[in-house]
């Protein structure tokens, strides 16, 4: 082990970094800094300065990084239309970013020797952490107890916490490993591992309810946006952070942005999760619905594709990278003219589009209707001569 005199934790008070605080001081005999990020985690932070230095911590800082992670995270992935594998709305993935880069900030004002995360060397997390980690101190010693402890199972480290007294709010029946912030709830673990077992889901869901226990009359909402960015819920302006608080309510109420599926992580092994995110779910709805009334075909078209890659580069923890900054250029001019006002309904786990306006509505009634317009039917002939004619010349060719 490389001598280490004071080291950095991405502390959440959970399993993992709960008994590492101890471990390092066991094993690498350093001052152990823990610190906490505030990405909307809420009661989950209760408490966490306490019980840091009650295991050993020297100092433990809590980091209200809430607004910086929807302004520069969530929002340009949901501008990107950013969805991995067609299902994950990506809330654990641009969430490592922004705490991993305030750790680095944190570790080099303290003049830490290493940086420590209770990542697993199965999961995707230790990439995202130690991507960003190299980004912005590429020079300092990372230490993750996972790829170095004899420790074998989460069993393993609740043995391993209560030998040494230290408190968990988890037992070995609800040990599931779960991922919590402002965008989204994630579950995995236990029955979860067995993809054939239907998820206990009034034992483990806790933004919201199943879609046969949401109420039977539907919720409606509307949502304005300005450049790609929702700005005002039912008409009243709201910052990020309270929109999607507020999204989150009323989405979970109606049993809505439920996910079960099993994934490709980046390591290599699929892996089975479920997601809770309502506010999210009803963002993307809304956001896709306003960019069919205002990209054209071509840029819609060759957004959806960048996308798929978008969604891929978050996931896979490359966000301070020059493809993902150059994406994001492209997206950001795509979303000049995302503005508008979107009628969403809520019913019983779905998310129903129910009205769409824009000043920068390129869907123009006079030429859509199946009405008397001034358009030219007759144009449309030597249209199809010209668009078939490959077609035309090798049918003739092959008779």
Not at 7 to 32: F, H, M, Q, R
Not at 136 to 153: G, V
Not at 198 to 215: F, H, N, Q, R, S
Not at 275 to 284: C, M, R, S, V
Request: charged share 25%; aromatic share 8%.
């Amino acid at each position: 082990m490389k001598p280490v005199k004071k080291a950095v934790l991405a502390y959440s008070g959970g399993l993992d970094t709960s008994i590492i605080i101890p471990w390092l001081k066991e094993n690498y005999g350093c001052e152990v800094i823990a610190v906490a990020a505030d990405v909307g985690q809420g009661e989950e932070l209760s408490g966490l300065i306490e019980k840091a230095k009650k295991t050993g911590a020297s100092a433990c800082y809590i980091e209200d990084l809430r607004r910086e992670f929807v302004e520069d995270y969530i929002f340009p992935t949901l501008q990107a239309g950013a969805v991995y594998e067609g299902q994950y709305l990506l809330g654990t993935s641009f969430a490592r970013p922004v705490i991993g880069r305030r750790i680095v900030d944190i570790a080099l004002r303290e003049g830490a020797d290493a940086i420590v995360h209770g990542c697993t060397g199965k999961g995707n997390d230790q990439v995202r952490f130690e991507l960003a980690i190299k980004a912005f101190a590429p020079q300092m010693t990372i230490i993750a107890p996972w790829r170095e402890w004899d420790l074998k199972s989460r069993e393993d480290e609740i043995a391993y916490a209560e030998a040494r007294n230290i408190p968990l709010t988890i037992t070995r029946e609800t040990n599931y490993s779960k991922d919590k912030n402002l965008w989204h709830l994630s579950h995995e673990g236990l029955d979860l591992e067995d993809p054939n077992n239907e998820p206990l889901y009034d034992k483990i869901l806790e933004l919201g309810v199943t879609p046969e226990k949401a109420p039977d009359k539907a919720t409606y909402l509307t949502l304005d946006f300005a450049a790609g960015i929702p700005v005002a819920l039912d008409g009243k302006a709201l910052d990020g952070v309270a929109l999607i608080e507020r999204l989150n309510a009323l989405g979970g109420a109606n049993g809505v942005g439920l996910v079960d599926m099993v994934e490709n992580r980046l390591v290599g092994m699929k892996s089975r999760g479920v997601y809770e995110t309502p506010g999210g779910a009803i963002l993307y709805k809304a956001h896709a619905a306003l960019e069919t009334l205002t990209l054209d075909r071509d840029t819609a078209h060759y957004k959806e594709q960048l996308a798929v890659r978008f969604a891929e580069l978050v996931y896979y923890g490359q966000w301070f990278t020059p493809l993902r900054r150059a994406l994001s250029a492209f997206v950001s001019e795509t979303q000049k003219k995302v503005s508008g006002r979107v009628k969403l309904k809520l019913y019983k786990g779905n998310i129903i589009l129910a009205g769409l306006t824009s000043p920068h509505s390129l869907y123009d009634t006079e030429l859509a209707s199946f009405g008397e317009s001034d358009y030219n039917q007759k144009d449309a002939e030597g249209f199809i001569n010209l668009f078939g004619l490959p077609s035309k010349v090798e049918a003739l060719l092959n008779r």
